[in-house]
């Protein structure tokens, strides 16, 4: 099993955040202050209060963390986690605490990078001029059908040398996101004819809401978690090149 090369060095590594250095700094002035993604509007919420209570509220369970003990524990084991996050994503919000979880469990050190500066990451890669992460950020640029995106979280396991054991992009495959957004904007009349498109808008990001405060939303939290760990397992055991 031959690690992929990384561009992280410990001395970058060590300029993220730990995860409640990074809870600290969402709800800080400075943070408050740069452009958000579209969903909520550009403005930014403090969201550190629902961090903390998603990471108080995510569990491991017993065989997860014994997954986790045991590929640490393994030659070329994940030993650093280094997360790419914009709290305002509720995918970041959903799945980071989590990884927090995995990575004490694991005794990994963890660092988090936010993936923008002032203004919102746009386009393929990011511009260095504008965010001070963006040499991370285009190094684990998430790649599909022949496209580059910035995708948050990104979540990367590496290992004590800090080489790339496997890269974790967005959400779960079981939870199909996008169509999910699709079918309940329309159940609330999103670009309905004869509808008022602002208040369908908001019915549909209450439905959304109430989606994250849903059984389901665990459900997915976990689901991340056993992707994870699935993918470093047979990373291990197989090596990089059979990996999809």
Same mark, same amino acid.
């Given at each position: 099993?031959?690690?992929?090369?990384?561009?992280?060095? &410990?001395?970058?590594?060590?300029?993220?955040?730990?995860?409640?250095?990074?809870?600290? =700094?969402?709800?800080?002035?400075?943070?408050?202050?740069?452009?958000?993604?579209?969903?909520?509007?550009?403005? $930014?919420?403090?969201?550190?209060?629902? #961090? $903390?209570?998603? =990471?108080?509220?995510?569990?491991? !369970?017993?065989?997860?963390?014994?997954?986790?003990?045991?590929?640490?524990?393994?030659?070329?084991?994940?030993?650093?986690?280094?997360?790419?996050?914009?709290?305002?994503? !509720?995918?970041?919000?959903?799945?980071?605490?989590?990884?927090? @979880?995995?990575?004490?469990?694991?005794?990994?050190?963890?660092?988090?990078?936010?993936?923008?500066?002032?203004?919102?990451?746009?386009?393929?890669?990011?511009?260095?001029?504008?965010?001070?992460?963006?040499? #991370?950020?285009?190094?684990? /640029?998430?790649?599909?059908?022949?496209?580059?995106?910035?995708?948050?979280?990104?979540?990367?396991?590496?290992?004590?040398?800090?080489?790339?054991? =496997?890269?974790?992009?967005?959400?779960?495959?079981? =939870?199909?996101?996008?169509? #999910? &957004?699709?079918?309940?904007? &329309?159940? &609330?009349?999103?670009? @309905?004819?004869?509808?008022?498109?602002?208040?369908?808008?908001? @019915?549909?990001? $209450?439905?959304?809401?109430? /989606?994250?405060?849903?059984?389901?939303?665990?459900?997915?939290?976990?689901?991340?978690?056993?992707?994870?760990? !699935?993918?470093?397992? +047979?990373?291990?055991?197989?090596?990089?090149? +059979?990996?999809?």
């Amino acid at each position: 099993m031959h690690p992929t090369p990384s561009v992280v060095t &410990a001395q970058r590594f060590a300029q993220g955040m730990t995860f409640d250095q990074y809870v600290a =700094y969402t709800g800080t002035p400075d943070n408050l202050a740069r452009e958000a993604g579209w969903w909520l509007g550009t403005t $930014r919420h403090d969201f550190s209060g629902l #961090l $903390r209570t998603r =990471y108080d509220l995510c569990r491991l !369970s017993e065989a997860q963390i014994a997954a986790i003990r045991w590929l640490a524990a393994q030659p070329g084991g994940p030993a650093n986690v280094l997360v790419i996050s914009e709290e305002w994503s !509720s995918d970041c919000r959903r799945d980071v605490p989590i990884v927090a @979880r995995l990575a004490e469990a694991g005794a990994l050190t963890l660092r988090i990078f936010p993936r923008d500066g002032d203004k919102l990451g746009r386009g393929p890669r990011a511009d260095p001029a504008d965010s001070p992460n963006a040499d #991370l950020v285009n190094a684990f /640029l998430n790649v599909k059908d022949g496209q580059t995106f910035q995708t948050v979280p990104t979540v990367v396991f590496l290992t004590k040398a800090l080489e790339v054991l =496997y890269t974790y992009f967005e959400f779960p495959a079981i =939870y199909h996101k996008m169509g #999910l &957004a699709k079918a309940m904007q &329309a159940a &609330a009349g999103v670009d @309905r004819p004869g509808e008022n498109r602002e208040q369908a808008w908001g @019915r549909f990001i $209450r439905n959304w809401g109430g /989606l994250q405060d849903s059984p389901f939303w665990q459900v997915w939290t976990s689901a991340a978690v056993d992707e994870m760990l !699935s993918a470093l397992h +047979e990373r291990l055991v197989v090596g990089p090149h +059979e990996l999809p």
